[in-house]
């Protein structure tokens, strides 16, 4: 099993940025594909970026160009840097590990952009 903490969601202003951090622990970390997915309100969470163990980052194309998504496998860590924020990416954002279908998720932390 892992165990996730998403850190890092806050109160922004549009065009302005954040930095995600997902810190996990109690398995091997460099094994897992990792991933952030979101959910906003009254809507189905949806994937937001993935960092597959050895294979190439995926994003949805909604935040294509302005997210990236990376991974410190030294640190158990997996990162989403978020630039020019718009209000439609306010979400409580979860990180998530997958290992051979086992899926685990974080909690999630929240993203609010507005004015």
């Known amino acids: 099993q892992v165990q996730l903490v998403e850190s890092g969601g806050g109160l922004v202003q549009p065009g302005g940025s954040l930095r995600l951090s997902c810190a996990a622990s109690?398995?091997?970390?460099?094994?897992?594909?990792m991933g952030w997915y979101r959910q906003a309100p009254g809507k189905r969470r949806e994937l937001v970026a993935v960092?597959?163990?050895?294979?190439?980052?995926n994003y949805a194309d909604s935040v294509k160009g302005r997210f990236t998504i990376s991974r410190d496998n030294a640190k158990n860590t997996v990162y989403l840097q978020m630039n020019s924020l718009k209000p439609e990416d306010t979400a409580v954002y979860y990180c998530?590990?997958?290992?051979?279908?086992?899926?685990?998720w974080g909690r999630g932390t929240l993203v609010t952009v507005s004015s």
């Open positions: 960092i597959p163990n050895g294979g190439s980052t």
């Open positions: 109690g398995s091997i970390f460099s094994w897992y594909d």
């Open positions: 998530n590990a997958n290992l051979g279908g086992m899926q685990y």
